[in-house]
């Protein structure tokens, strides 16, 4: 029996290079190239497996960037279940630029989903058997694909007795959570959204995710804050996992580093506060690893040591 389940409905290829200098006109040569999976369920699943978590991913694939898509998928040892569509998946590409530190991300236009390509996302999911504890749907939603689709995926996972995790933004977002889940992982950003309001500060922030625990359509919030740390929210308890010190490498990855290895914790049965800090050293260790290589576990095991968890 798989433990857990991701669904990327609008995944990617990721390139990534370095140049000394971003210069207008002129050619830029790469000194690096690094091709990753991408898309949110996707990162996920990828760094569940990474320790060692037993995890499947749902995904559409189209055109030859969509099988190049399954096989850097496959080579991390994820198993795959994907579904045809008629679009080429898309490409993202991000170029560090070395002698400023600073790094550009382009994320290109995705496929556009007929009815029945999004629809057979949902079906595979509810043909799974048997049907893992966990499901962890992640990412933006591709052109077609309705607002509510996540919450359809949250009805499926109720419906399974499964625990429902989302990490998505925008409409999408307030719709799974009008239906409820059990888990959001939002950033600043989309909490704002999801709460239309403005905090000025880390513990304004645990309150309005308090509320939003306290109104009985999130079982658990775990929001991540940047150069503030991250918090980890239930109906009794809530973490403060302060922030490590360390200089970045790279902008991408953290969130779904953070989230791989909060689930893959929870679903082995590490308690909530040791699952936290490991969550909170994973972010920080996707943050020194170059372009979208996600976090390794080695550096998240070095980085979880010097993690301060509050307790209140």
Not at 84 to 113: C, H, K, N
Not at 140 to 154: E, I, K, Q, T
Not at 279 to 299: Q, R, V, W, Y
Request: glycine fraction near 10%; hydrophobic fraction near 45%.
């Amino acid at each position: 029996m798989t433990d857990i389940v991701t669904i990327t409905p609008n995944p990617s290829v990721d390139l990534s290079t370095a140049v000394e200098k971003i210069i207008p006109v002129y050619k830029l040569r790469g000194t690096s190239q690094w091709r990753d999976p991408g898309g949110g369920g996707i990162n996920v699943a990828r760094v569940v497996k990474r320790f060692g978590g037993d995890v499947s991913a749902i995904y559409p694939i189209g055109g030859s960037t969509g099988d190049s898509l399954r096989k850097l998928v496959e080579r991390e040892g994820v198993a795959s279940l994907t579904f045809p569509i008629a679009d080429e998946t898309r490409e993202d590409f991000f170029v560090s630029e070395t002698s400023s530190g600073q790094q550009y991300r382009f994320i290109l236009p995705g496929p556009q989903l007929a009815e029945s390509e999004w629809s057979e996302c949902l079906n595979l999911l509810s043909r799974i058997a048997p049907f893992p504890r966990f499901v962890v749907a992640s990412g933006s939603l591709p052109g077609g694909a309705p607002d509510d689709f996540y919450a359809r995926v949250a009805r499926i996972a109720k419906q399974r007795s499964a625990k429902m995790i989302l990490d998505t933004s925008g409409p999408a977002l307030v719709a799974a959570v009008a239906e409820g889940v059990d888990l959001i992982k939002p950033n600043l950003r989309e909490m704002r959204e999801l709460a239309s309001s403005e905090p000025s500060d880390a513990s304004e922030w645990e309150g309005v995710a308090r509320t939003l625990v306290q109104s009985g359509k999130v079982a658990m919030i775990a929001l991540t804050m940047g150069h503030l740390g991250a918090v980890l929210v239930t109906r009794d308890r809530v973490l403060r996992a302060l922030p490590l010190a360390i200089t970045p490498v790279s902008a991408t990855g953290a969130g779904d580093s953070f989230l791989g290895a909060l689930i893959c914790r929870l679903a082995s049965g590490t308690d909530i506060e040791d699952s936290f800090r490991l969550a909170a050293a994973a972010g920080a260790a996707a943050l020194l690893n170059p372009g979208t290589g996600l976090c390794l576990p080695g550096e998240v095991n070095r980085l979880a040591e010097a993690v301060i968890i509050q307790s209140t």
